[in-house]
C-alpha cells in the first residue's frame, strides 16, 4: 500500500524547506504528481512505521535525497522498544528452603571449611541425581577431587 499523499506532502514540505530548489531542481521538467506518486510507492510500508519517517528526516544528508536514498535512511531507523516483562515473583516458600540449607555456610558454621555446596553436588552426583557436568566438575575442583575420582 502506498504511502499517503498528505504524508509524501509533508516529507516534501520538509525537504522543500531543508534544501531549498536544491530539492525541488532534481525533478525540474517532471510533473510534480508523477515525481509524489513516486516516492508514495516507493515509501509503502512505512505507514505503519512513522517513526522511520521522523527518523529519516532528522537524519537527511548534506545533498537532497533521492527516493531511495531517503527510504534507505528510514530503513535505518531503530526498532520500536519492546515491552518490557515484569520480573517474576521469588517463591517464598522456595527462598525459605534455599536459604535454611545455606545457613551453615552463612553463620560461619560449616565443618567442610565453607565448601558443602560442593559437597552436596558431588553426594548427588553419586547417589544418581542428575547433575550438570559443568556444575559436577566445578565441586570436584573445588574439592581437589580428580576426575572420575571419588571423594
Known amino acids: 500500500m502506498s504511502l ?14 531543508a534544501y531549498g530548489r536544491d530539492f525541488l531542481g532534481r525533478w525540474e521538467g517532471l510533473e510534480e504528481s508523477a515525481v509524489k506518486a ?6 509503502a510500508g ?14 537527511l544528508p548534506i545533498k537532497p535525497p533521492t527516493v531511495l536514498e531517503f527510504r534507505a535512511i528510514a530503513r535505518l531507523a ?3 522498544p519492546l515491552p518490557r516483562l515484569e520480573a517474576p515473583r521469588a517463591d517464598p516458600q522456595r527462598v525459605a528452603e534455599a536459604l535454611q540449607r545455606l545457613g551453615p555456610i552463612l553463620q560461619g558454621t ?4 565453607g565448601k558443602d555446596w560442593a559437597h552436596a553436588i558431588v553426594n548427588r552426583a553419586m547417589s544418581g541425581e ?6 559436577l566438575r566445578v565441586a570436584r575442583e573445588a574439592l581437589g577431587i580428580p576426575k572420575g575420582g571419588r571423594p
Open 130 to 135: 542428575r547433575v550438570t557436568p559443568n556444575s
Open 110 to 113: 560449616s565443618t567442610r571449611g
Open 4 to 17: 499517503p499523499a498528505d504524508w509524501i506532502d509533508k516529507i516534501f514540505t520538509k525537504l522543500t524547506l
Open 38 to 43: 513516486d516516492w508514495s510507492h516507493e515509501l
Open 78 to 80: 531503530p526498532p520500536p
Open 46 to 59: 512505512f505507514e505503519s512505521h512513522p517513526d522511520a519517517i521522523a527518523y529519516a528526516l532528522a537524519h
